[in-house]
């Protein structure tokens, strides 16, 4: 029994040894595709305070790309999430990702939904809103507001599927002790994803009437009274 056992030992050690080879030049090739999705998330985040929006959805486009090649890569880890512990972070990972592609797919909606209307909302890269005078440029702000209204319910159900992926992952298990605090990153996230899809939701029906509000079928005109605390 004694040579079996060595053998048999060997092949283990040799197993794990492989496993974690390769686990480890996954893990590389998985973290590089992680931060090539975040620098270019920041150039499109960076292109939209431009008002550059044809440099957004591109950027857009290549952060999607970026996200979708680190989801099929963290699929090589799903066995681990069976793994006590190590399952937690594997699958928070895989998560995290997802309601990222979530986020940009709403970004993305929103992008082509008010891309018809991008050069009269000065959309185009100078940093500036132009389109004629303020009053012109309110107007028009109000009537692009109406006519993309459709594609909100596309936006929230994409901020849904997010807030679904974020709530299951628990801020706990990254304690603030750690560097750069990611518990409350975590907590930041998710509040920021849970608001975000509450406005969507909220503001759809003031889209809906908020161009008749101000407006645009016809000159309105309203009383309004202040009242003080005397």
Do not use: C, H
Not at 51 to 76: C, I, N
Not at 139 to 158: F, H, M, N, R, Y
Not at 169 to 180: A, C, H, T, V
Not at 191 to 204: A, G, H
């Amino acid at each position: 029994t004694g040579p079996k056992w060595k053998v048999l030992r060997e092949k283990i050690i040799f197993i794990i040894l492989v496993t974690l080879i390769f686990y480890t030049i996954f893990g590389v090739i998985t973290a590089i595709s992680a931060k090539a999705a975040l620098s270019t998330g920041k150039k499109a985040v960076g292109a939209a305070k431009l008002q550059d929006l044809d440099a957004t959805k591109a950027y857009l486009r290549d952060t999607k790309k970026d996200l979708e090649r680190t989801r099929t890569l963290l699929y090589v880890y799903t066995p681990l999430r069976f793994v006590p512990i190590i399952g937690w972070y594997v699958a928070d990972a895989q998560r995290g990702v997802n309601a990222a592609i979530s986020g940009i797919n709403a970004a993305s909606t929103l992008a082509e939904a008010i891309t018809p209307y991008a050069d009269v909302l000065g959309l185009k890269g100078e940093g500036t809103f132009l389109g004629g005078t303020a009053q012109e440029r309110l107007a028009k702000a109000v009537e692009t507001l109406g006519l993309v209204s459709p594609q909100i319910d596309d936006v929230g159900s994409e901020l849904a599927r997010a807030r679904s992926e974020v709530e299951k992952i628990q801020s706990w298990r990254y304690p603030n002790i750690l560097p750069g605090n990611p518990g409350d990153k975590v907590e930041l996230a998710k509040n920021t994803i849970i608001n975000l899809e509450s406005l969507i939701v909220d503001t759809k029906q003031l889209l809906l009437v908020l161009p008749k509000i101000m407006g645009q079928d016809g000159e309105k005109k309203y009383l309004v009274l202040f009242q003080n605390d005397k």
